[in-house]
């Protein structure tokens, strides 16, 4: 049986998580531990909190007084760490914060895990870190996609700070035999994301008939995971995985940003059509007044030091987790479509 402390749950990929794991895992005891930044939604777990083997605490994971009361009242012997500051864009404008959250965060759950499993002798421990393909740095349309032994070339400040904690999880492994696995994966989408990552604010945009605003020439590639095949991707970690490694996990899915918005504009088009429901609901999209969402697609300059392609190699997980996704973007994006549309944020219609 785990008890697992789950960093950052009420976040997208996070809650996700629990969802998934809460269903095919019930015996394990579920703590999470979430800020509620912008980010983080409490709602996103809300319908777990009846469960006598889930519990919420609204806290910091750089609070180390905090972090060990939890290891102590729950007996904590697993963490998945999701918890980071995320957002590209943010991390230009204001650095700090994902330093301050995603390296020293990290180290204090670290120090704390070590305290509590190895300076005590308990051998059956696990620490997964969450991590993302952009330590990676940026690839050419033509160059091979990132291995797990790719070498690190972080160009945002986000991705620098997540690199950072990469490095100091291995590090507890290697310096103190710390049993740690960390896992790099590629762009994910599905139920719960922020409205500031691409696919939920082109989504929410063609609902409100607001711009949908395309960075550069639009042609930026990134492999795309259905968030539940990441969920499932960690789970094959925790059972199969060795210790120490790293697995980059991919939805073995690249496609060009502008692509996507395409495809998104005709599908959402099409989705509140077929719907009167929604043709009431959202008013000012397009095609309430037989328009085209295309329509509202507006090339916006480019952000500093935007990477042009991401692509994960998942051999790795393939040959020694029997990874692979369930879901191909096609499908994955029309299940994520219509729990947008019907799964909106009051934000929407204000």
């Known amino acids: 049986m785990r008890n697992m402390l789950i960093t950052g749950g009420a976040g997208f990929i996070g809650s996700n998580f629990c969802h998934y794991w809460a269903e095919k895992y019930p015996q394990d005891k579920v703590v999470v531990l979430d800020l509620l930044t912008y980010a983080g939604h409490r709602e996103n777990i809300q319908s777990l909190e009846n469960s006598t083997s889930f519990a919420f605490i609204q ?23 999701f918890a980071a500051e995320s957002h590209v864009d ?32 308990v051998a059956n421990h696990h620490f997964h870190h969450v991590s993302t393909d952009e330590v990676y740095g940026s690839l050419t349309e033509d160059a091979p996609a990132f291995t797990e032994s790719t070498p690190f070339a972080p160009n945002s400040p986000y ?7 990469d490095h100091l999880v291995r590090a507890y492994h290697h310096t103190y035999g710390l049993n740690v696995t960390t896992s790099n994966c590629s762009n994910n989408y599905g139920p719960y994301q922020d409205s500031e990552k691409l696919i939920p604010l082109i989504i929410q945009n063609i609902l409100q008939g607001k711009a949908l605003p395309i960075y550069g020439d639009g042609k930026n590639i990134r492999d795309w995971l259905y968030v539940e095949d990441h969920c499932r991707a960690i ?5 199969k995985g060795k210790i ?19 495809l998104i504009c005709a599908k959402v088009d099409a989705a509140v059509v ?5 043709l009431v609901r959202y008013p000012h999209t397009p095609c309430a007044t037989s328009g085209d969402a295309k329509s509202l697609i507006t090339y916006v300059k480019d952000r500093p030091g935007h990477d042009r392609r991401y692509a994960i190699d998942p051999g790795k ?29 009051e934000t929407v219609n204000q």
Request: hydrophobic share 40%.
């Open 274 to 278: 077929a719907s009167p429901e929604l």
């Open 59 to 81: 806290g910091d994971i750089g609070d180390q007084a905090l972090v060990e009361k939890l290891f102590t009242e729950h007996q904590i012997n697993c963490v998945i760490h």
């Open 244 to 262: 120490g490694e790293v697995y980059n996990v991919g939805g073995e899915n690249e496609w060009r940003n502008i692509d996507i918005v395409n």
């Open 235 to 239: 789970d094959l970690i925790l059972h």
């Open 317 to 345: 997980c393939h040959a020694e987790l029997g990874y692979h996704p369930v879901e191909s973007f096609e499908s994955g994006i029309v299940k994520t479509i219509h729990w947008l549309l019907h799964n909106q944020r």
């Open 90 to 121: 943010r991390s230009i404008l204001g650095p700090d914060a994902f330093l301050q959250t995603n390296i020293m965060g990290t180290h204090t759950l670290l120090k704390v895990a070590k305290k509590f499993w190895l300076d005590a002798g």
């Open 159 to 165: 991705s620098a700070s997540k690199a950072a904690s």
